[in-house]
């Protein structure tokens, strides 16, 4: 089992900044990848951001790339998402997902096999 924590949403105004961290524990010695997905109210699960366990890839979302930048500490097993010039649309609950599958589609939720409980980002106008 691998158990996933968010942290660092909040409230902000539009134009701002922030980081989100993801931190994994347990059995994580067969991770694969993490990834950034995110809800908003009405709307399905969307994915933003996904990084390799080398952190030697990288993949965003069209509506955050040049905006958001992923990253990861592999010390300390915890995932970033550095979020900038934040806009209103980016107002979601924001989830943190590991995936232990080995090479796959890392834009499809299906893909990740532990998930966190999400934390919420709003992004005031």
């Known amino acids: 089992q691998v158990h996933v924590v968010e942290s660092g949403g909040g409230l902000v105004q539009a134009g701002a900044s922030l980081r989100l961290s993801c931190s994994a524990s347990?059995?994580?010695?067969?991770?694969?990848?993490m990834g950034w997905f995110r809800q908003a109210p009405g709307k399905e699960r969307e994915f933003v951001a996904a990084?390799?366990?080398?952190?030697?890839?990288?993949y965003y979302a069209d509506s955050v790339k040049g905006r958001s930048t992923i990253s990861r500490d592999g010390a300390q097993n915890t995932m970033y998402l550095q979020m900038n010039r934040l806009k209103s649309e980016d107002t979601a609950v924001y989830y943190c997902?590991?995936?232990?599958?080995?090479?796959?589609?890392?834009?499809?939720?299906?893909?990740?096999?532990?998930w966190g409980q999400g934390i919420q980002v709003t992004v005031s106008s």
């Open positions: 347990g059995r994580t010695g067969t991770t694969y990848a």
């Open positions: 990084i390799n366990w080398s952190g030697s890839d990288t």
């Open positions: 997902a590991v995936s232990q599958c080995g090479p796959s589609r890392l834009a499809d939720a299906k893909t990740y096999d532990y």
